[in-house]
T-cell receptor, first 114, second 115 residues
Framework: AQSVAQPEDQVNVAEGNPLTVKCTYSVSGNPYLFWYVQYPNRGLQFLLKYITGDNLVKGSYGFEAEFNKSQTSFHLKKPSALVSDSALYFCAVRGPSGNTPLVFGKGTRLSVIA | ETGVTQSPTHLIKTRGQQVTLRCSSQSGHNTVSWYQQALGQGPQFIFQYYREEENGRGNFPPRFSGLQFPNYSSELNVNALELDDSALYLC??????????????FGPGTRLTVL
């Protein structure tokens, strides 16, 4: 069965500093990995995905994520955090088979302090 | 191109009642998935529809059922509501083509409160 772990419930970072939100996963076969962001009382917004190819993927709003197969990790990063990045971030994984579901982590709340 | 829309935005029901939530997929998408997001939790997969047939289901009882229509819009029906059904219900659509599953795009959700 697929699973995702986001070990930090909350990450605090000063504006302008780099940020990292951690994610590890477990899946049979090659993973399809995703990051989504959720603002209060809103649905999820897609940030980026890894399917295959370069281990460093770039996404929306200056975010990027690094796929590490040996560590089964897919950490979200941004070189310089903005106050407007404060939100709830979800990592998700699905297996390569057609109808396997998208499994989400429990989320990490990012707080960027001015 | 319109995004994923859901209705209603909010809903209050009492235990034992039935509810229907609706979703319009993003233009060009042929697959819809439904998720339940309890307060403080990540979304939990309920089921997925592709070409009007359910082709994946999470760990939810049969009183959770759905439909996908020819225009790829969808409904989630929940019978015999329980207090624990109170949650944000999210619909997501995606394009499946050539066996390739693209990323899912989410609607704003329906907040269901069961009293």
């Amino acid at each position: 069965a697929q699973s995702v772990a986001q070990p930090e419930d909350q990450v605090n970072v000063a504006e302008g500093n780099p940020l990292t939100v951690k994610c590890t996963y477990s899946v049979s076969g090659n993973p399809y990995l995703f990051w989504y962001v959720q603002y209060p009382n809103r649905g999820l917004q897609f940030l980026l995905k890894y399917i295959t190819g370069d281990n460093l993927v770039k996404g929306s709003y200056g975010f990027e994520a690094e796929f590490n197969k040996s560590q089964t990790s897919f950490h979200l990063k941004k070189p310089s955090a903005l106050v407007s990045d404060s939100a709830l971030y979800f990592c998700a994984v699905r297996g390569p088979s057609g109808n396997t579901p998208l499994v989400f982590g429990k989320g990490t709340r990012l707080s960027v302090i001015a | 191109e319109t995004g994923v829309t859901q209705s209603p935005t909010h809903l209050i029901k009492t235990r034992g009642q039935q509810v229907t939530l609706r979703c319009s997929s993003q233009s060009g998408h042929n697959t819809v998935s439904w998720y339940q997001q309890a307060l403080g939790q990540g979304p939990q997969f309920i089921f997925q529809y592709y070409r009007e047939e359910e082709n994946g289901r999470g760990n939810f009882p049969p009183r959770f059922s759905g439909l996908q229509f020819p225009n790829y819009s969808s409904e989630l029906n929940v019978n015999a509501l329980e207090l624990d059904d109170s949650a944000l219900y999210l619909c997501a659509s995606s394009l499946v083509a050539g066996g390739y599953y693209n990323e899912q795009f989410f609607g704003p959700g329906t907040r269901l409160t069961v009293l």
